[in-house]
Nanobody, 118 residues
């Protein structure tokens, strides 16, 4: 599985961005996908996740009500709509996919930078 993010950039506080993740390869095997972020000097953290079957979603508390994760399985795409962005949302955002099995397989994109100015 290969993952490629796009859509990052510079935005003012209160603005919006939409991140996209294009998946290729054995996408039919993916059980769940998510967006992580890593700010300078901080650990990578889960922002939002979505299950392949049923579309159940989960969000980090600080982004609930502002961010929306979605998938288009027909296009092998995942999105993160980010509204009301704040400077603390500044980070590199990574697309993640997992295939659950006897040995779980994790896949990562290279990341896209989101910078929110105050």
């Amino acid at each position: 599985v290969q993952l490629v993010e796009s859509g990052g950039g510079l935005v003012q506080a209160g603005g919006s961005l939409r991140l996209s993740c294009a998946a290729s390869g054995s996408t039919f095997s993916i059980n769940a996908m998510g967006w992580y972020r890593q700010a300078p000097g901080k650990q990578r953290e889960l922002v939002a996740s979505i299950i392949s079957n049923g579309g159940s979603t989960n969000y980090k508390d600080s982004v609930k009500g502002r961010f929306t994760i979605s998938r288009d399985n027909a296009k092998n795409m995942m999105y993160l709509q980010m509204n009301s962005l704040q400077p603390e949302d500044t980070a590199v955002y990574y697309c993640h996919a997992v295939i659950i099995g006897p040995i779980p397989l994790d896949y990562w994109g290279k990341g896209t930078l989101v910078t929110v100015s105050s």
